[in-house]
């Protein structure tokens, strides 16, 4: 069997939105800026406090917490296991 992870690279991913509030969503949003932002990802805190992050795709579709997580996660090959 073979198994083989591919990485897309999208121009324009999308845009994460956080909370600014939370000092574990500030540091992990920087973190993940870091990675994502070359591709197309954009980070933005949200304008008031939320129990998860938001992602909003390129194609208009609202993802939230653990699904968005695993959402980003299959934009970068070595971060998928997660």
Known sequence: ????IT???DTNGGCVFYDAECRFCTTWARRGERWLAKRGFR???LSEPADEMKLVTR???T???ARAVV???RRVWWAWPL
């Open 63 to 65: 993802v939230g917490g």
């Open 71 to 73: 959402y980003l996660a």
């Open 1 to 4: 069997m073979n198994s083989v």
């Open 7 to 9: 990485e897309t690279t």
């Open 43 to 45: 980070f933005a805190p």
């Open 59 to 61: 194609g208009g579709e």
